[in-house]
């Protein structure tokens, strides 16, 4: 297997509508952002490997095929990744593995979402006569399992309510964010209206419009560019039904075995002491707790304990801080929500994260999840290759 | 441009073009039996021949085993309360008007849970492990659907304790460990 590296990184500014560009514009815009970082023109490309989220939130039905223009794929392979909210992932491990492979040296990956002309709610709540039409939105779907890790947890009632702050505080430093909440406090997250009980409104992601996209090249493409290589020291993808008897929707064994892939990989054995930070996929505040057992950074019902100790906060100093980048509860062009993850890890690892910026980070996990919790992507990218 | 086109004409940003689609739902065996089912007042699940846990509203195969489930195994009017929310806003195309409670609820006999709503309860009294029973719909009104319960409401019964969850047999949950 070929060594592959994120050699550059584009990030659109994430608003609640993005007037001023069509999705072609949007998409676009992030991958010329990513060639100008790698410091290519578009004929350094190969091939181009595109995701979103279904096509029923915004209505355009197979959306790359009319985007190709705007992606330079006019005489070049173009694929489209699709598996749901953790596509930004899959699609980000779908490049790297047409570099690992030897197939391309040099490819452009690229995730969008744009949700101010979309009706995500809608299209997530479609009725089926062996169901009661109760479908409300992702929302509705998680509550109940919030619910149980908070009973077998027996964690305090406000860690949701932790989470939701740290994020939005480490999203401050971060100006690409949709959401931008220097002031907020836990009084203001607290009285913030229920919409999924137990999940406020502040406890939720936002809708937004954004595109994220990487150049992804091989050992020797990747030395001649401008900047450090970012190494991609393991990719894992897992998947498990929605429902079957007996299954685990809290800690679901899916993304267990998907850490285990990629730790392995990566020659982790100690996800907590071995990483020096982790975007991970959180759209609810309470899967920071769930998502920091179900990916081994504590012991089963403890993921809490981290986060009130403040050791996934970058504010409090936390040895393992979480979403530097103010995570998915900041911005959340769902399409792209994943690969923002993904492209976050690697500017950690870069050092050019900015302010929001882990000193001297050399090894960061990026994580993605979608479904009913029941699809997951994970990369670990280094300095070291 | 001139001036006077571009202050008197405002930029186009969005056109609403709604598209509208009628889905054909096709059942299959398993579905078309539990519906034909549903539609005489009765929920019935399929029991996995590999696990032996029964799956309501059955779909056919068991996910975990990859086995077809074929053995038809009639449930009760009871079920309990596996996790909940409490929703706060309205779901598309639906008149219902919140707060509603929307429970994962197994049904006595089953292994899995089903989402539906519960109502002749206090909302701030809902709890996981808590009793309830199916209030169907008038029999006139019965049609291929899970609507035909109207809503589930609660049982004066004792709580089924977390470990009995989702292996409360079909002869009910009295109490007794």
Redesign the interface.
């Known amino acids: 297997m070929q060594y592959a590296a994120v050699t550059g990184i584009g990030q659109t500014q994430y608003k609640a509508r993005r007037g001023d560009v069509s999705i072609a514009g949007l998409v676009h815009e992030a991958a010329q952002n990513a060639l100008d970082d790698a410091g290519l023109g578009w004929d350094a490309i190969e091939a181009v490997i595109i995701g979103k989220a279904p096509d029923m939130f915004e209505g355009v039905i197979m959306p790359e095929v009319y985007l190709a223009d705007a992606l330079g794929c006019s005489g070049k392979p173009m694929l489209r990744v699709h598996t749901a909210g953790s596509v930004g992932g899959s699609t980000a491990l779908v490049a790297a593995s047409h570099v690992q492979s030897g197939t391309f040296r040099r490819v452009l990956t690229v995730t969008f979402e744009k949700q101010s002309e979309s009706n995500a709610m809608w299209a997530l709540s479609n009725p089926q006569p062996f169901s009661p039409h109760l479908n409300a939105g992702a929302g509705g779907y998680f509550a109940p399992i919030m619910r149980e890790y908070m009973r077998r947890s027996g964690a305090p009632w406000d860690t949701g309510i932790k989470v939701a702050v740290k994020d939005r505080l480490h999203g401050s430093r971060n100006p690409l964010n949709h959401l931008q909440m220097p002031e907020i406090t836990m009084q203001e997250v607290e009285e913030s209206p229920m919409l999924w009980d137990p999940i406020r409104f502040l406890e939720s992601c936002p809708s937004s419009d954004g595109a994220c996209a990487m150049v992804i090249a091989d050992e020797g493409l990747a030395k001649e560019g401008p900047k450090a290589p970012v190494w991609i020291r393991g990719g894992a993808m897992r998947s498990e039904p929605t429902m079957y008897a007996g299954r685990d929707e809290v800690n679901p064994q899916a993304g267990r075995d998907c850490a285990a892939d990629v730790y392995a990989q990566a020659g982790i054995d100690d996800p907590r002491k071995q990483l020096d930070c982790a975007e991970v996929y959180v759209p609810f505040s309470w899967y920071e707790p769930m998502w920091l057992e179900n990916l081994g950074f504590a012991e089963e019902g403890e993921g809490w304990k981290l986060t009130m100790d403040g050791a996934t906060s970058l504010d409090e100093g936390g040895d393992i801080p979480w979403n530097c980048s103010g995570g998915v509860l900041c911005s959340n062009p769902i399409g792209a929500s994943g690969m923002i993850r993904f492209a976050e890890a690697a500017r950690q690892v870069r050092g050019d994260a900015g302010a929001h910026q882990v000193v001297g980070a050399r090894t960061a996990l990026g994580h993605a999840y979608g479904g009913g919790a029941q699809f997951y992507a994970m990369w670990v990218v280094s300095v070291d290759k | 441009m001139s001036e006077e086109t571009t202050s008197s004409e405002d930029d186009i940003?969005?056109i609403e073009t709604p598209?509208y689609l009628t889905?054909n739902?096709t059942?299959g065996e398993a579905?078309t039996r539990?519906?034909h089912q549903v539609r005489k007042g009765k929920v019935m699940g399929q029991r996995?021949p590999g696990?032996g846990?029964?799956?309501a509203?059955a779909?056919g195969s068991?996910?975990?085993c990859g086995l077809p489930t074929s053995e038809e195994v009639e449930l009760g009017n009871k079920a309990t309360v596996?996790?909940?929310?409490?929703?706060?806003?309205p779901?598309?195309?639906?008149p219902?008007q919140p707060?509603y409670i929307?429970?994962?609820l197994v049904p006595d006999g089953a292994?899995?849970s089903?989402?539906?709503?519960m109502s002749e309860c206090d909302n701030d009294s809902v709890h996981?492990g808590q009793r309830v029973e199916a209030v169907w719909k008038p029999e006139e009104e019965w049609d291929?659907?899970?609507?035909n319960?109207r809503y589930f409401r609660p049982l004066d019964e004792p709580d089924v304790p977390?470990e009995m969850i989702?292996k409360v047999p079909l002869s009910g949950w009295e109490g007794k460990a």
């Open positions: 940003t969005a598209v889905y739902f059942a579905t539990f519906l996995c696990c846990n029964v799956y509203p779909r068991c996910a975990a596996q996790s909940f929310t409490i929703v706060w806003i779901i598309p195309n639906n219902i707060p929307v429970a994962n292994n899995i089903f989402i539906h709503l996981i291929y659907a899970m609507d319960i977390i989702g």
